[in-house]
């Protein structure tokens, strides 16, 4: 059974920090394409961030490029974004997802087949 259990949301003021890890288990997230989605109040699910499953190639929506960063550690079968400079609209549940066997990152929620909980975000200004 596979899971994938996010941690570290929470309430930050704007221009603060925070870093979300997502823990994966009943798979071998080496062979799994990453990602983070973030959905707000009344908006559609969004990408946010993503790397392939060797973790050599990324790609950032352009509302995040410069301020989140994604990465992974394989041999802990986690996967982490930290979140600098955060702003009020930042604010939403965040999503940790998976996708088997690409080397290519998906952008959109429907290539990908497991997905956790989700974790609240949110941003005062």
């Known amino acids: 059974q596979v899971q994938l259990v996010e941690s570290g949301g929470g309430l930050v003021q704007a221009g603060g920090s925070l870093s979300l890890s997502c823990l994966a288990s009943?798979?071998?997230?080496?062979?799994?394409?990453m990602a983070w989605f973030r959905q707000a109040p009344g908006k559609e699910r969004e990408f946010v961030a993503g790397?392939?499953?060797?973790?050599?190639?990324?790609s950032y929506a352009d509302f995040v490029k410069g301020r989140f960063t994604i990465s992974r550690e394989n041999a802990k079968n986690m996967v982490a974004l930290q979140m600098n400079s955060l702003q009020p609209e930042d604010t939403a549940v965040y999503y940790c997802?998976?996708?088997?066997?690409?080397?290519?990152?998906?952008?959109?929620?429907?290539?990908?087949?497991?997905w956790g909980q989700g974790t609240q975000i949110t941003v005062s200004s």
């Open positions: 997802a998976c996708v088997f066997a690409l080397l290519n990152v998906p952008r959109r929620s429907n290539d990908y087949n497991y």
């Open positions: 009943g798979l071998t997230l080496s062979n799994y394409a």
């Open positions: 790397l392939n499953r060797r973790g050599g190639s990324t």
